[in-house]
Nanobody
Framework: QEKLVESGGGLVQPGGSLRLSCAAS????????MGWFRQAPGKEREFVAA????????YYADSVKGRFTISRDNAKNTVYLQMISLKVEATAVYYC???????????????????WGQGTQVTVSS
């Protein structure tokens, strides 16, 4: 079982950058694909990015391609989301999630993940 804890959120001006971290405490982190999702006020949770278990393959929502980068350090049981050129519409609670299975490629759908963090707030505002 994976316990996930996000950190790194905060208030940033439009055009600014943030790096989110998600620390996992379970034994299977290095075998699981990981994903980042976000939920803006009044909206459904949406896919942001995912990375496979080895870190070789990553994919992104169209809305963040070229500005967000997902990465992982399996030695530290941590996955990251580097965000640059942030826009106001990026304001949301950001969640990391661990894949349901092992040695997978990840998923763009919430149903593909069994373990979720509590979320970290990102606010983009001037």
């Amino acid at each position: 079982q994976e316990k996930l804890v996000e950190s790194g959120g905060g208030l940033v001006q439009p055009g600014g950058s943030l790096r989110l971290s998600c620390a996992a405490s379970g034994r299977t982190f290095s075998s699981r694909a990981m994903g980042w999702f976000r939920q803006a006020p009044g909206k459904e949770r949406e896919f942001v990015a995912a990375i496979n278990w080895s870190g070789v393959n990553a994919y992104y929502a169209d809305s963040v391609k070229g500005r967000f980068t997902i990465s992982r350090d399996n030695a530290k049981n941590t996955v990251y989301l580097q965000m640059i050129s942030l826009k106001v519409e990026a304001t949301a609670v950001y969640y990391c999630a661990a894949d349901r299975g092992i040695y997978g490629v990840g998923s763009t759908h919430e149903g593909g993940y069994d373990y979720w963090g509590q979320g970290t707030q990102v606010t983009v505002s001037s």
